[in-house]
């Protein structure tokens, strides 16, 4: 089921309140250094920890006149601190705080995406094991080819998922930087030890070099790790929709009770949520693209990126964290109809075996030219007759003539083409997995 405890945790990162306060924790951490390094009061400092305090409602309105929200943040500090409140902002520039806080947020918000990602991925290596042995026909161009099992595609999403992760531990990484290096970096006003110090203190690591800002292609990463993630999550999705086709019914995502599919139409049940998924996934892509562009700026810096930085970054995060929950949930509760994967693996008559009969008949000495000319004709008659492939094969004798009955049967065995599958899954789940 879809954690709303954790959906709420990622909203409530973004929040203006919990913003704020992440610029209060990088503030009251530059005074802390500033006081261990004795450029300002220690008594100072205590009173700015223990007083320091801030009302959205009120920075909003402060805003309103000064239209610059890290003025407005600093006047409303001001306010509840007195006198001591000089000491704040000391030798610092706005991006100062922005940026650092910016990655405070980022990196918990990371976090929260690998959880998910654990998540998602416990279900999927359930139902790849419970299905790992359901047969079901691979298709190629959305065309029968060849056999394969249910199991085997739930584990291709797992192994994409772990790959994810990985993504995600990289671009948090790259993220947790924060600056404290002045209007244009060179550390004008401050030593880069109090830079140092402070991202200590902030559990994050110092940028070796910025300018006013931390660069963007740090941004154009983490989005486009969550670009990545959404656009697996589609993956998923898009072919549930394929399966849960009418024609094809080889899976139909949850379906509740009182749940209604049309308003015209009583009988249908459509697969919304793992459209929904496919939808969302174009805004969390186009979020990135975006992020993209924000890594050009003029010169040391300009606030062509803040704005939009205001929306893609809180919207792609929320909607990554969201389109994965639902994609646990569909996969959790997706309906699996082994029955009729096998019934459609069959309703071509065996013609999924041609490329086994190809390489036998090679294998006998006939060319593979020669072999192609002997097997296509009767897989032809197979989807423009209906003929069975397996009879047409066994009725001719440039093929009886150099393949035994036992051979024959060997080859048509859909085991024997799905022989590695529990190689595939040692591959991915581990030898001693199960």
Known sequence: MISRYTLAEMGAIWTDANRF???????????????????????AVDKIRRTASFSVDR??????????????????????????????HYGLTSSDVVDTANALLMRDAATLILEDLDRLGKVLRR???????????GRTHGVHAEPTTFGLAIALYYAENERNKERVRSARENIAVGKISGAVGTFAHLDPEVEERVCEKLAIQPAPISTQVVQRDRYAELLSTLAIIAASMEKIALEVRHLQRTEVREVEEP??????????MPHKRNPVTSEQICGLARVVRSNAQA????????????????????IIVPDSFILTDYLINK????IDGLAVFPGRMRANLESLGGVTASGELLLELTRKGVSREDAYAIVQPLAMRVWDEGAGFRELVEGDSRITGRLSSEELSHLFDINHQLRNVDKIFDRVFGKKEE
């Open 127 to 137: 139902r790849a094991f419970e299905y790992k042995n359901a047969v079901m026909i």
């Open 59 to 88: 920075i909003n309105e402060i805003e309103r006149t000064t239209r610059h929200d890290v003025i407005a943040f600093t006047t409303a500090l001001a306010e509840s601190i007195g006198p001591e409140s000089r000491y704040v």
């Open 21 to 43: 306060q992440k610029w209060l924790d990088v503030e009251i951490a530059v005074c802390e250094v500033h006081a261990d390094m004795g450029t300002i009061p220690r008594d």
């Open 255 to 264: 379906f509740s009770a009182g749940q209604k599919g049309s308003s015209a």
């Open 327 to 330: 994609t646990e949930w569909l």
């Open 291 to 310: 992020g993209f562009e924000n890594v050009a700026l003029w010169h040391e810096r300009d606030i062509s990126h803040s704005s939009v930085e205001r």
